[in-house]
C-alpha cells in the first residue's frame, strides 16, 4: 500500500567532483558514459570481454521472453574461475585477496595463491561428499574468510549456495533451509559481537531439527568455543578435518551463462520470504563494472565494504565484485561502536583503506558520538566514500562528507536491491552530487517514476520507482515460484521492473528515494517484512493477533511497532513483554528490533479480512486516514 513520506526536494547545494578525482578515474566523463549506455547490448558486451569465456556468447541479450530475460546466450564460463584462478598466472599471485580482521584486533592475510589452493580444497571435499552442480549448499556463518572459501568452492563446482544471515535465528533459518532443501550446513562455532562470542552451532542445531535435507554439517573452528559435536547425528565434521589431505586442485566446471549462482531470501510483503535467484554470467558482468567504474577500482586499491555477507551487498560487494577486479577485499567481523566509536576509523588507518562503502543507518549511529571520533585516526587514504541501504539524510550525508571525507571526497549514494544484483542507480565518481540524491541511472539504465497506471508522474511529485530497460545482474526469478516472481515485479507494469519503492525526480533528473511502498520494513538497512513479524507474534502462546508497522527512528530508520489482540486472560505487562522480545529474537533474531508494542481490542480489516496497516501507520502519524470506503469497521 502506498503511503507518502513528503520530503520538499529543497536541497539546493551540489558538489562537484576535484580534479584529482576526475583525473584518476577510469570513466572521466560522467555525461558521455551515459550516452554509451544507450546502445545496451554494445555497452555490456564490451564489459564482458574483460573475462575468460570457455566460450563465448551468441547473443548479448535475449528478450524474447519477457520478463525472463536471457544475457550472454550460450556464453560458457565460471565465476570462481575469473575471480581467483585468472590471477594465479599474474603479478597478482601474491597480493593479498581476503584481508581478515575482527574486533579483538586478530588478523589473516590471504593471497590469492592462497584463496586458491583453499577453495580447490574445500570443492574436492565437496565433490567428495557427492556434491554436483545444480545442488544446493547452504551457509550459516559470520564474517571468516571460510565462508567466502566455502562459496567460491561452491561457485568452482556450480553448486547453489544459499547463505543465512548469522543475524537471523532459528524461525527464519528453518523456513530459508527448508524452502532450498539444502543438502549441506556449513557453520562455526560462534561469531565475535561485542567482546561476547555468540554460539551460532547452538542455534543451527536447534534449527537442523526441523530441516530434514541436511545430510552434513561442516563445522568452522572459528572463536574457539569449545562446542559439542553430538555422538548421535554422526554427519558433522569440522572444517580442518574436511579438507585435510583434499587436493589444491579442482577444475572449474563448465557452467553456462545462465546457470543458477546463489539463492537469497529477501522479505516482500506478504509471506514467506522469498528466494532470489542469481545467474551466472550477467551477474559478474553487473557487479564487476559498477564496483570498477563506481569506486574507481585500481590497482593499489584497499577496498572495504562493511555490509554482511550474509545479505546481498556482502555477496556482491564484499566477495564477488572485489575479487573479480582482481583487488583486495577487507572483511570485517565486529561493530563500528567495539570496543569505542573510533573501531572502523582505526582499521581505515590501520590498513590505508582506500574506498569505504557502508550504510546510513551506521553514519547516524556514530554521529551521536559527535566529531571527535573520525577526527582522532589519519584518514587520509581514503578517496571514495559510499553508502547503501536506505535513504541518507542530508544532515548524514553532510556528516559523512566533512568528517569522514575531510570536504574532498565523493560519496557514491548507490540504489539497488537483492533482486536488482548489482546498482542500479548511483552516481559515478566525476558525477555532481547532491546530498540525499542517489543521482541517476547509472550507464546502461533507464529508470522512472511512474503513477498507479504507470504514466510518469510530473517532476517533484512522489511515485513508484520502476526501472524500464534489463540490466545483466537481474534476478531471473523467484526459487521453485514463477508465479510470485510475475505478480510481485512484473505485473503492476507491463514491460518495467516494479521496484517497491517511492521516489522522486527534480529538475535536473536526479532522483531522490523515499522508501518502501509496500508492508516492508527497513531496519538498520535490513529488510523485513510487517507479515513475517506478525506471523512470528501469532506463533506465541498469548497472542490472537498481530499488526506491525514500521516506527521511524532516528538512527535504525525504522523499527518495529506492534498492534496486539491477546488470548483471554493475557495483559500486556513487563514479564510478557520481556517474553515477546524473546520469542521474537529466537523466531527471527536481533534484526527484528522491538520498539512499541501495543494492546488492542481490534484491528483495522478490510470486509475480506485483510489488515489495513495504511490506517494503523496513519493513526500512528496522526495523520488523516484517507479512504477507508473498505474499512470493516
Ligand atoms: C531496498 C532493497 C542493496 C543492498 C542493500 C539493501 C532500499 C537500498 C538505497 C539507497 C535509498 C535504498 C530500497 C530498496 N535502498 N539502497 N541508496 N537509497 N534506499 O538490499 O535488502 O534488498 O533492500 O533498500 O528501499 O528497495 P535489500
Known sequence: MAHEVDVLLHEKRIFDPDDETIERAHVDNWEAELKKGKDLEKYWAEKAEQFEWFQKWDKVLDDTNKPFYKWFVNGKINLAYNAVDRWIETPKRNQVAILY????????????????????????????????????????????????????????????????YSGLSVGAFVERMNDARAKILITADGTFRRGKIIDLKKISDEALLQCHTVETVIVVNHTGNPIEISDLSGREIFYDRFIEGESDEFEAEEMDAEDPLFILYTSGSTGKPKGVLHTTAGYMVGIATTLRDIFDIHDDDLWWCTGDIGWITGHSYVIYAPLLNGTTTL????????????????????????????????????????????????????KILGTVGEPINPEAWMWYYKNVGKEKLPIMDTWWQTETGMHLISPLPTTPLKPGSVTKPIPGVEAEVVDEKGNSVPLGKGGFLVIKTPWPAMFRTLYEDEERFINVYWKDYPGFYKAGDMARKDKDGYLWIQGRSDDVLKIAGHRIGTSEVESAFVSHPAVAEAAVIGKSDPVKGQVIKA?????????????????????????????????????????????????MRRVLRAREAGEEVGDTSTLEE
Open 331 to 382: 572483511v570485517y567481523e565486529g561493530a563500528p561502536d567495539y570496543p569505542d566509536p573510533g573501531a572502523w576509523w582505526h582499521m581505515v588507518e590501520r590498513y590505508g583503506v582506500t574506498k569505504f562503502y557502508t550504510a546510513p543507518t551506521a553514519i547516524r549511529h556514530l554521529m551521536r558520538f559527535g566529531e571527535k571520533y573520525p577526527n582522532i585516526y589519519n584518514l587520509s587514504s581514503l
Open 563 to 611: 498492534f496486539l489482540i491477546l488470548k483471554e486472560g493475557y495483559q500486556l505487562k513487563t514479564q510478557l513483554i520481556e517474553d515477546l522480545k524473546r520469542h521474537i529474537r529466537y523466531e527471527l533474531g536481533p534484526v527484528a528490533v522491538l520498539g512499541e508494542l501495543d494492546q488492542v481490542e481490534s484491528l483495522p480489516k478490510t470486509r475480506s479480512g485483510k489488515i
Open 101 to 164: 580482521a575482527n574486533e579483538r584486533g586478530d588478523e589473516r592475510k590471504i593471497t590469492y595463491y592462497e584463496l586458491y589452493r583453499q577453495v580447490n580444497k574445500f570443492a574436492n571435499g565437496l565433490k567428495n561428499l557427492g556434491v554436483k552442480k545444480g545442488d544446493r549448499v547452504s551457509m550459516y556463518l559470520p564474517m571468516c574468510p571460510e565462508l567466502l572459501i566455502s562459496m567460491l568452492a561452491c561457485t568452482k563446482i556450480g553448486a547453489i549456495h544459499s547463505v543465512v
